[in-house]
């Protein structure tokens, strides 16, 4: 099984992640990889909080996946992969090269985004970065939930997401 998802969602754990995929995918773990989040055990507990006691999280900084990615992809459970923004992804995706494939599942409005999608805001420098990580041959995909269809990267800077 391993890990059945790599996601960036800017809310990281929440009703969305835990029910929309949690359950039609079967996860029994989740990766969270987010520097500030994995030295803080209070925000830790907060997330942990957030799942279902069958459902583990782990918590990682992006240098330790460098390690640690092969494990989680060696794991017989079903499990997710969660950053919460683009950068981190790109980042993750230099010291865990495994990852093939990227969800982007909520990048909400921040100053300096444009809209793409409902769910989807981007700032120029996401756009590029998010461009780099399909030209190193991964697949790029907006999907908030398994129910939706996966809109691909083109569509979504294009601002088609029915295309």
């Known amino acids: 099984m391993s890990l059945l998802l790599h996601r960036i ?5 929440h009703g969305q992640v835990v029910v929309g995929w949690g359950q039609p995918l079967g996860l029994r773990f989740i990766v969270l990889v987010d520097d500030d989040v994995a030295a803080s055990d209070w925000e830790q507990e907060l997330y942990r909080m957030g799942v ?3 459902v583990e999280v782990y918590f990682h900084a992006v240098r330790d ?30 010291v ?5 494939s990227v969800n982007i599942g909520g990048v909400h409005h921040a100053e ?7 769910y989807v805001f981007l700032t120029p420098d996401e756009e590029v970065s998010l461009r780099a990580l399909e030209a190193r041959g991964l697949a ?12 691909s990267l083109a569509d979504v800077l294009a601002g088609k997401p029915d295309a």
Do not use: F
């Open 65 to 94: 996946m460098a390690t640690a990615i092969d494990h989680y992809d060696r794991d017989v459970r079903p499990g997710l992969l969660l950053v919460g923004s683009v950068d981190t992804m790109r980042r993750l995706v230099d």
């Open 96 to 100: 865990a090269p495994s990852i093939r």
């Open 112 to 118: 300096g985004r444009v809209q793409r999608m409902r």
């Open 9 to 13: 969602d800017d809310r990281l754990i």
């Open 52 to 54: 279902p006691p069958d």
């Open 140 to 151: 790029i995909t907006a999907q908030d939930v398994p129910s939706t269809r996966p809109v």
